[in-house]
Nanobody, 123 residues
């Protein structure tokens, strides 16, 4: 079992930056691939970024590529999502998730989820 708690969300103007954190507890954090997903009101949950258990492989959705950076610190059991050049369309609840295996982009692949943190980007 892995427990995940996100933090760092908030309100920011378009063009600004935020860094999300996701702290994990429970079973060995370092063996899990981690992903960030987001869900806007009335929309399905969508993939944003994922990172392999050693941090050597990262994947990004086209919509965030070049603006978002995912990273992890296994010593601190934490994964981060640095979000730059934010746009109003980035407004959503952001979730981190954990899975064994490769850092995929499909929500159903992930076994553990946090409660989410709200990110609101004003125009």
């Amino acid at each position: 079992q892995v427990q995940l708690v996100e933090s760092g969300g908030g309100l920011v103007q378009a063009g600004g930056s935020l860094r999300l954190s996701c702290a994990a507890s429970g079973r060995t954090f370092s063996i899990y691939a981690l992903g960030w997903f987001r869900q806007a009101p009335g929309k399905e949950r969508e993939f944003a970024a994922a990172i392999s258990w050693r941090g050597s492989i990262t994947n990004y959705a086209d919509s965030v590529k070049g603006r978002f950076t995912i990273s992890r610190d296994n010593a601190k059991n934490t994964v981060y999502l640095q979000m730059n050049s934010l746009k109003p369309e980035d407004t959503a609840v952001y979730y981190c998730a954990a899975k064994l295996g490769s850092p995929g982009g499909r929500p159903y692949e992930y076994d553990y989820w946090g409660q989410g943190t709200q990110v609101t980007v004003s125009s």
